[in-house]
């Protein structure tokens, strides 16, 4: 995720900077190594939300490990970029594995005259300090399929080969309507593209809603990787997207199935154990200051409420399947 000023026509994500793959067979020339790559994010970004949450609910912790970026952005030449801090645990604002103050660093260290956009998540590799990857929907995949031996005893199928079209003709239209949606009319250059944005996320969510009044998950009797795509966008629907974006016509709390869901899914082990309610409305109000000039953070709503119960384990199925959860949140990564 990138930080994005008021721009002169509707958003538009750009594709990944660098899409190397690593996989447990290296069949495309980089390897899945325990301790070779570490894994830059900021806990703000949903993007980013996704590939933490299946390196968690995957076992990879100690495969992988995890820097986290400030959530408030540093101007750098003009533009706002990733840095590492105090604040957020690294010494001398300097990332202690990488080296780093600034996730750019990995980037010019793989390309020099690489001059485009840093976004997170980025992989980089821990011997040479190169990004190897910002390609979030890549990473999450490849987590979930391609990592053999170094996932955890009893890690979860999140992307069932039987499932996988139905997991992506549904991703695809949560992805344009929703997880992009709400971005699309957040940053809406005039009425007509805002108008057009929030109908179509109110839409889908209405579409998931009835989806999700039968069903305990999107698709499948257990959690698949449809769920993470969409709960890292629930999560900061009624704290960010509804007021700061002006998707103000319902809250996430407003529906009764999608909100017992969005509960469900943070009361399992991997989702509300990485999220960081903080981090979230920090930069979304202090960076984004096209629309939020006097970068005043909101206060709530109340976090409390994503802890109440949801009931939803009367509709059958169970989050892992023959799986188990993951174990307890390793020690320097709690939220």
Known sequence: MRANRIPTEEIRREPAAFDDR???????????????FRLVVSRACPWAHRVVVTRRLMGLE?????????????????????????????????DPVLGIHALREAYLARDPHYDGGVSVPGLVDVDN??????DYDRLSLDMATEWGGLVRDGAP???????RDEI?????????????????????PDQAHYDAAVAGVFARLDALEERLASRRYLVGDTVTMADVRLFTTLVRFDSVYHGHFKCNVRKLAEYPALWAYARDLFQTPGFGDTTDHDHIRIHYYY??????????????????????????????????????APGPVPEGERV
């Open 129 to 134: 300090g190169h990004l190897v990857s910002n």
């Open 62 to 94: 100690g495969a992988v490990s995890l820097a986290v970026t400030d959530p408030r952005q540093e101007d750098i030449d003009g533009d706002p970029h990733w840095v590492f801090t105090e604040e957020t645990g690294s010494p001398g604002d300097r």
């Open 157 to 163: 199928d999140l992307y069932p080969a039987p499932l």
């Open 22 to 36: 690593v996989t447990a067979d290296g069949r495309f020339g980089r390897a899945a190594e325990p301790g070779r």
């Open 168 to 188: 992506e003709a549904l991703g695809a239209d949560v992805y344009r309507d929703l997880n992009n949606g709400v971005y699309r009319a957040g940053f809406a």
């Open 287 to 324: 960076v984004h200051t096209g629309i939020n000039p006097t970068r005043i953070i909101a206060a709530g709503p109340d976090p409390r409420g994503w802890l109440t119960a949801h009931h939803r384990e009367e509709l059958g199925g169970s989050p892992f399947g023959a799986g188990t």
